[in-house]
């Protein structure tokens, strides 16, 4: 992708809360329970769609229209009094694919490589081929949620076995749509307010730059997010995700290196860790990114605390399976049966 479709500080179109239900598509329910609810508003500071007032004391879903349904108030409610549900209405249907089928050259060469990434790595989980559908590009033939997903559930949900489209309105998460290019970023996102209060940065200027320094697609640049099974491609890939040891990661990062000896600058943080580290930061690029998770991606998927995650862009796939292949040779099954002697 160009480095033009990707903005720079001072570049952000912020939603305002007007716009939210526009952009949300399913509406949801907002249910509070008030014999729990003891008035403390933590769900209203912590809705990021500004759809919970607090009034006389007590919590209201003021526009309900705009909840994306991410559950960041449930998670927040220390009493557990709040209920978010789905309901299914016009324009919910799914979208019309129309996509060329994949070639099938295109299709075994993926193959190919996971086969090699799984063989030689011994991992133990798909990687994972990803796929951002631009806006005005038809949709590929792919399966969408019922219900609404953050993408690194999504992305967990690939390594697995299963092959997810989803446009906008069956994204939960409101910073990685923002991210991804499927939307505009919510103020409370921009302003760097949501971070102070999940205690997750110092202050409100250390939040807005991490906002800043991170990369983003334009809002509406993105129709849908597709991310398949390399081994099961539906469409042709951008970057591939694999999730495994550090080890793994390790061996991943050295197949890259193999033909040229250069070191990689990574580009971590903890924050936004499948949209910008795994996904956009390869994508824009041009080279390989490590990401440890964030404390969002580790809290909404079955990641474990041994994993992490490298983002391959395509381009570069069939130099790191070739590097990786010589690796497996003899590098990797002699390093694995080396036994040292204690430190002493
Ligand atoms: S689910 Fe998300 S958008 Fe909806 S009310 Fe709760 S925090 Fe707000
Ligand atoms: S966070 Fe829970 S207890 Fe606090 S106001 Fe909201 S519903 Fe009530």
Known sequence: MSEKLVLHEGEMEVMEASQFADVSAVSHAVRFDNDLCTGCGLCAAFCPMEVIAMADGRPQAVAAEACWGCETCSGQCPVHAIRIEATAQEGDAPAEASASPMDEHTRSRY??????LRDVLGLRWHPVAITLVRAGDPLPDV????????YCQALMAARRGRALMMPVNRHACPDGTSILGLAPIPAKLASGELYILFHKLDSVEAAQRMVAERPSLPPRSVRATVTCPLDEPRC?????????TPEQMMWLSMATSYYTGHRHDFHASGYNAQCVETTLIPLTSGEINISFGCYGCRASSDVDDTLMMMGIPVSLMDDVVKGLRE??????PQSRDKVYLPPF
């Open 143 to 150: 399966p969408m949620p019922e219900e609404r997903l953050r």
């Open 327 to 332: 690796l497996g040779k003899r590098a990797i």
């Open 111 to 116: 193959r190919e490589w996971a086969r090699v």
């Open 236 to 244: 042709e890939a951008e970057v591939v995700a694999v999730i495994g």
